[in-house]
C-alpha cells in the first residue's frame, strides 16, 4: 500500500488556463474526496465520490470545476478559465465506507495562477 | 454544523505533555469528535476519534467529559517532530461534506 498519490506536486499556469490534476486512492478504498486549502485556512470540502458515483459536491465547487471518477479507482479535478483565487493546494483523501471520519490524504497539487 | 473553537497556536518544550482543547458548545447528539494533525506541505493525517470519555490510542488520547461541549486532545512527552497544525473537528459519521476543518492550532514545539 503506497497511499494516497497525486499528481502533479506543483502547476503553474496562466490565468484563463484550464488545468487537470490526478488522484490516485487507496487501492481498496470506494470513497475518494477532494479538498482545497489557502494559506492559513484548513481544508474546505469540494466533492466525493464511492466508486464512480459523485454523491456530495460543496456550494464551492463553481461550473469551472469539474470532477470524475470513471472507473472507481483514479480521479480526476479539472478546473477551467483559472482565475487567480483558484490558486491554493488541492488536497486528495480516500476511505472506505463507514469510516468517513477517518480519511487519508494524499501530498497535494499546489496550484499557482499567475 | 456545530462550529468548533479552538487556540490559534500554543508553544511547548520537547518532553512536556500537550492538551489541545476544543469547543463545540452546540454539538449534536450524533456528532463524533475527530482530530486530524498536518505537516507543512503535506495532507493532514487522522490521529484520533471519540464520541464520548476517554479514547487513547499510540498516538494520543481524547478527553470528552459528560456534556461533549468541548474536547481535549493530549500528547504525550511532545517532540521537535509533534510540530504542526492540529484541527479539531465535530460531525456525523454519514456525511463527507460535514467533514468540516477550522483554522486549527499551530502547536510549535521547542527544544
Known amino acids: 500500500d503506497t497511499g494516497v498519490s497525486q499528481d502533479p506536486r506543483h502547476k503553474i499556469t496562466k490565468r484563463g488556463q484550464n488545468v487537470t490534476f490526478r488522484c490516485d486512492p487507496i487501492?481498496?478504498?470506494?470513497?475518494l474526496y477532494w479538498y482545497r486549502q489557502t494559506l492559513g485556512q484548513g481544508p474546505e470540502f469540494l466533492t466525493y465520490?464511492?466508486?464512480?458515483?459523485?454523491?456530495?459536491k460543496s456550494r464551492l465547487l463553481s461550473d469551472r470545476f469539474s470532477a470524475e471518477r470513471p472507473k472507481g479507482s483514479f480521479s480526476t479535478l479539472e478546473i477551467q478559465r483559472t482565475e487567480q483565487g483558484d490558486s491554493a493546494m488541492y488536497l486528495c483523501?480516500?476511505?472506505?465506507?463507514?469510516?468517513?471520519?477517518?480519511?487519508?490524504f494524499g501530498p497535494g497539487t499546489r496550484l499557482t495562477v499567475t | 454544523l456545530a462550529k468548533t473553537t479552538q487556540p490559534i497556536s500554543m508553544d511547548s518544550y520537547e518532553g512536556q505533555e500537550v492538551n489541545i482543547t476544543c469547543s463545540h458548545n452546540?454539538?449534536?447528539?450524533?456528532?463524533?469528535i475527530t482530530w486530524y494533525q498536518q505537516f507543512p506541505s503535506q495532507g493532514p493525517r487522522f490521529i484520533i476519534q471519540?464520541?464520548?470519555t476517554k479514547v487513547t490510542n499510540e498516538v494520543a488520547s481524547l478527553f470528552i467529559p459528560a456534556d461533549r461541549k468541548s474536547s481535549t486532545l493530549s500528547l504525550p512527552r511532545v517532540s521537535l517532530s509533534d510540530t504542526a497544525v492540529y484541527y479539531c473537528?465535530?460531525?456525523?459519521?454519514?456525511?463527507?461534506?460535514?467533514?468540516?476543518f477550522g483554522s486549527g492550532t499551530q502547536l510549535t514545539v521547542l527544544p
Open positions: 483523501a480516500s476511505s472506505l465506507v463507514g469510516t468517513t471520519r477517518e480519511q487519508y
Open positions: 487501492s481498496e478504498h470506494n470513497r
Open positions: 465520490f464511492q466508486n464512480e458515483a459523485q454523491l456530495e
Open positions: 452546540n454539538i449534536a447528539t450524533n456528532d463524533y
Open positions: 471519540g464520541y464520548k
Open positions: 473537528l465535530v460531525g456525523p459519521s454519514g456525511s463527507a461534506r460535514q467533514l468540516t
